[in-house]
């Protein structure tokens, strides 16, 4: 190969397809704690009830939200869209929000 190469001895590459996203249902409650509820579908009425009772028991607010991005990647973007809240919340979304990416990076 003649130097400096100039490109023609090889065809133009194709940039790779982004990874696609991941869709995760979750719980998050207010100091920022999380479960995931499942990925790709939605949690069934079931599964939504038994974990409002199990806030509610607990006294301890939450909220139902879709999460999107990639979970387990602690580099990659992961964000947060609410859906709905379970129980009484005494703090505002954003605050529990905010609490979830803190806790989510320090694992």
Aim: positive net charge.
């Amino acid at each position: 190969m003649p130097f400096p190469y100039n490109g023609a001895e090889f065809p133009a590459m194709k940039p790779s397809p982004p990874k696609p996203e991941f869709q995760d249902w979750l719980i998050l409650v207010e100091d920022g704690r999380h479960v995931l509820l499942g990925r790709h579908s939605p949690p069934t009425d079931e599964e939504i009830s038994r974990a409002a009772h199990a806030l509610a028991a607990q006294g301890i607010g939450g909220w139902l939200a879709k999460g999107s991005g990639h979970y387990y990647q602690k580099r990659q973007q992961y964000s947060l869209l609410k859906i709905r809240p379970f129980t009484k919340i005494s703090i505002p979304w954003e605050v529990a929000e905010t609490r979830f990416h803190h806790i989510r990076k320090e694992q």
